[in-house]
């Protein structure tokens, strides 16, 4: 199993993301909560857009996924069908909760697809910072759809997340929340009973 199949699997699973390495040295992530790339690193951005995914409530497929804001269409059909697997915007559903994100309560999520030239990219759950030989990209925090409804996996949001517009409809279609640890199944210490989880993004040259 090749480093490039295990970064790709780590992206599929720890970022919720549709977007793998491309070939060569190079690579692709979205950066989750952000209209635009980190400017700490040699990034580019490919385009930026809207967080979206399959309803709170429904139990179909969808999971986040960062649509572009100049969208095109080929053949369709106007309508409402029931038949269809169904996309909605996405908010952030972090409560008043300070300092995770919780200012951004009911606000729609940005995000931005990112073209890191002669890298990888990793995500690492539950630090703040990248081991040795590694550049952060970015750092932020695990989020997530709430526990009882239709799981879409973990995406890493920027700790600095910014909002979709300047106003919110609290339409409650795909929703991100905060992701905490429990005792128990997890080995505590070092984790903490119900501490908001951290992540970062982290790049290596190759």
Known sequence: M????????????????????????????????MKTCPNVTTTTMVYSGQAAGGHYQHTGSGEYICLPNDPEYD??????????????????ETGHNPPALGDLYENDVPCSVCFARG???LMIPVRTSCYNG????????????????????????DKNAEALHSSYANLNGALFF?????????????????????????????
């Open 2 to 33: 090749g480093l490039q199949y295990m970064i790709y699997n780590t992206l599929l699973t720890g970022a919720s993301t549709p977007y793998p390495p491309t070939q060569g040295s190079a690579s692709t992530y979205v950066h989750w909560g």
């Open 75 to 92: 053949r369709y059909n106007q309508i409402n069908d029931d038949y269809r697997s169904l996309m909605y915007g996405a908010e952030y």
């Open 119 to 121: 890298k990888t990219t």
């Open 134 to 157: 590694w550049t952060k990209e970015y750092q932020g925090y695990l989020m997530g759809e709430y526990h009882g409804s239709q799981g879409k996996g973990y995406v890493r949001m």
């Open 178 to 206: 905060n992701v905490e640890g429990r005792c128990g199944t997890l080995k505590c210490p070092p984790y903490i009973e119900g501490a908001e989880l951290a992540c970062v993004v982290c790049s290596k040259s190759t």
